[in-house]
């Protein structure tokens, strides 16, 4: 997506929430929702519609674990690192993860198809080890489901 | 026409319901037989999920644990006629002994009604403490929670009605109801399931909460890890607003209360209340210093309630069902119910709510069933991240608010996190420290720098590898370090974050090398 369209899609948001009240939250994760990413270039729109600094905005994306700066890989795949997942593997699982796609946690697989992220608690407790795949959580993961969970993306809608 | 329930919750789906659910409508399809399917809440057994039922005229009986390729051998033993041939069977749901022997109130609904139904809600009573409380003052409604002896269910057991008193005392144009649905504890899922499962309650709650204090706003503050959560309360407000239960008239009284979700960005601190209002003002989370209480300044500087997801859940119970009959339940000052949550390496997880006044061990071992991986169990945090690790010779200690302070404890959010015996305590007390690292908003020192300290010191006792005095030497630092986070954080992030760690090298020192 060219710099131009990005900005559209923003002004666009902005106009439809700036005057919501607290409005930066939500149009931060519009933003996200429709980018992908939140594009540095666009943080002098965003602050200029809510008539913020853009240190203000910028220290908002920053503080927030779930706003990304940069584009992520195609999927994100994110694993639990909470007490309840690590009671039944979690450990385990991560290292797994990291040496089967050779990637480190927080980081994008050189193809660009994966971002692994650390996420602390996804609600799922009961049936740890816990991931979500894009939009979908999975419950009692295994690095043997893991990797079957891999080859599905493959198939299904995973690298082109 | 047979009704058959297939759950549709986090967890359920986790473990493959969407399948199950497909299953069961494509097999019907093919044999010609005529079923309603509906997707409910669930009924927070988890270790029995994907747990199927079908409605019979003995009752719904329930086919659990339940996998897509398990759907052809269901049909294959009648299980759509209510039969008991499958091995996957346990009879009537509301005969399985884990069930059987709680007491719902918050989760009297849960799996049983479709959660996005109105009409299923007010079908079990939903609906039925709101009409009381249209019918009361400000005040009255103020005295019932008081009554009631509510406290608060997101950690710090505040009393409600208290905090309700303040905000009706004090005059504004506007006043504000936020709901805590930030629930960032580890091993807890109540209120994530009490949203999937009966999200009107809270919405009733919040209303109820409205009309007591005069606010004609509300909140709803979410933790973006829960999508299906998010999804189900939008559809239910939007329900809401289109049967009139919320807005500018609700149920024909006149009086108005709007309500909105907002969801936050991935921040454990944002759980705090003075945090979760200046994110939902659009800043960062950073903790404010108190005084001046929420109450008097909250959100936008305006009055503002601001309660858990359950506390405001609870509400409507109260008022459907009366404050003698609430304050009824429990033990001394910890009144009502609470719904517990048994999770990690446990055989069966899932919501169990009782009366306060049950024991820790009753809870793991009658309900839990001991670990799921058969190894014995070692240690088991209680109440979330800030939580204490309690030995086995502690887990006859009662689940009543009191009773967890005197031990040094903290009961919490209810979440209660099994352990076995491979679980090395070093690293749990390292991941204590290492979590408020990564989740300090930054504001006071010895929180921000202090749990950095904390890992570094505690690698160090790690390293010392038969060296006496290394090790003593950063045990007695570790110490000093816990009483400055203790004493000298401005809020509970860093000054509970001690817990677990002290009561991990109290309790199992041979994992710290001793
Ligand atoms: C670090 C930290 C995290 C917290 N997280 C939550 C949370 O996720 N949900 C919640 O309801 N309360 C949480 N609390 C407690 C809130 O600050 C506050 O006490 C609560 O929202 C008040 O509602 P209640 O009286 O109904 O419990 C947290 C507190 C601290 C210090
Ligand atoms: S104790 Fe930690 S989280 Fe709490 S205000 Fe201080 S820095 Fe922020
Ligand atoms: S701790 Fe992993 S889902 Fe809650």
């Keep these: 997506m060219s710099t131009n369209v990005q900005q559209a899609a923003v002004q666009e948001i902005l106009d439809g929430m700036k005057t919501m009240p607290g409005a930066l939250l939500p149009i931060l994760h519009e933003v996200q929702h429709t980018l992908g990413f939140i594009p540095a270039d666009c943080v002098p729109a965003i602050a200029e519609a809510l008539n913020l600094s853009r240190a203000e905005v910028h220290g908002v994306i920053s503080f927030y674990h779930h706003f990304r700066s940069e584009p992520a890989g195609k999927h994100v795949v994110q694993i639990c690192r909470a007490e309840a997942c690590q009671a039944v593997g979690a450990k385990a699982l991560e290292a797994h993860v990291q040496t089967s796609l050779d990637v480190s946690t927080g980081d994008t697989t050189a193809d660009r198809n994966l971002t692994v992220e650390p996420v602390y608690c996804l609600g799922n407790c009961a049936c740890g080890p816990s991931v979500q795949i894009g939009e979908d959580i999975y419950a009692r993961v295994t690095p043997e489901r893991f990797d079957a969970l891999m080859a599905d993306l493959d198939i299904n809608g995973g690298a082109e | 026409m047979v009704t058959v329930y297939v759950p549709r919750d986090t967890t359920a789906c986790a473990l493959g319901a969407d399948a199950v659910a497909a299953a069961i409508a494509a097999e019907a399809a093919s044999r010609n037989i005529d079923i309603e399917l509906v997707r409910n809440g669930s009924r927070g057994l988890f270790w029995l999920e994907t747990l199927v039922e079908v409605e019979t005229p003995a009752g719904r009986m329930a086919y659990g644990p339940v996998n897509a390729s398990d759907v052809a051998g269901l049909f294959d033993a009648g299980f759509y006629e209510g039969k008991q041939d499958s091995t996957l069977s346990w009879g009537?749901?509301?005969?399985?002994?884990?069930?059987k022997n709680q007491l719902r109130v918050n989760f009297a609904r849960a799996g049983i009604i479709d959660p996005l139904s109105i009409d299923a809600y007010k079908a079990h009573g939903g609906y039925a403490g709101l009409t009381c409380a249209l019918a009361m003052e400000a005040q009255v409604i103020v005295d019932e929670v008081k009554a009631s002896g509510l406290r608060g269910r997101g950690g710090a057991a505040f009393p409600a009605g208290i905090k309700w008193q303040t905000v009706l005392d004090t005059p504004s144009e506007q006043k504000y109801i936020v709901c805590n649905a930030d629930e960032g504890d580890s091993g807890t899922f109540a209120d994530r399931l009490l949203m999937e499962a009966d999200p009107f309650q809270l919405i009733e709650g919040m209303t109820i909460a409205g009309l007591g204090v005069g606010a004609t706003q509300g909140y709803i503050y979410l933790r973006s890890e829960y999508p299906k959560a998010h999804d189900v309360l939008k559809t239910a407000l939007a329900n809401a607003y289109g049967a009139g239960y919320l807005g500018s008239d609700i149920a024909g009284s006149g009086k108005r209360f709007d309500l909105e979700v907002r969801l936050g960005a991935g921040a454990y601190i944002c759980g705090e209340e003075t945090s979760l209002l200046d994110s939902l003002e659009?800043?960062?989370?950073?903790?404010?210093?108190?005084?001046?209480?929420?109450?008097?300044?909250?959100?936008?500087?305006?009055?503002?309630?601001?309660?858990n997801v359950l506390t405001l859940a609870t509400v409507s119970a109260i008022f459907e069902k009366g404050a003698d009959f609430y304050k009824g339940l429990g033990t001394g000052r910890s009144l009502g119910t609470l719904p517990m949550q048994l999770a990690g390496n446990i055989k069966r997880g899932g919501i169990v709510e009782l009366a306060f006044g049950s024991t820790l061990r009753e809870l793991m071992e009658d309900f839990g069933g001991g670990t799921a991986s058969g190894r014995p169990m070692k240690a088991v945090q209680v109440g979330g991240p800030l939580g204490a690790y309690l030995p086995e010779s502690e887990w006859d200690i009662v689940l009543d608010y009191e009773a967890f302070a005197a031990a040094k404890a903290m009961l919490g959010h209810g979440g209660v996190v099994v352990f076995d015996d491979s679980v090395d305590m070093l690293e749990q007390a390292r991941f204590a420290m290492e979590f408020c690292a990564v989740e300090s908003c930054g504001k006071c020192t010895p929180c921000r720098i202090g749990s950095i300290r904390g890992v570094e010191v505690i690698d160090k006792i790690r390293g010392s590898d038969g060296d006496e005095r290394q090790r003593d030497d950063n045990l007695i630092l570790l110490e000093e370090l816990c009483d400055t986070m203790e004493f000298g954080s401005l809020c509970a992030m860093g000054g509970l974050t001690p817990f677990p760690v002290r009561s991990a090298v109290k309790h199992f020192p041979e994992d710290f090398g001793a």
């Design chain 2, 92 to 99: 009537p749901t509301e005969d399985i002994p884990y069930l």
């Design chain 2, 282 to 307: 659009g800043k960062r989370g950073l903790v404010r210093a108190k005084p001046p209480l929420p109450a008097i300044v909250g959100l936008f500087g305006k009055p503002t309630v601001i309660n």
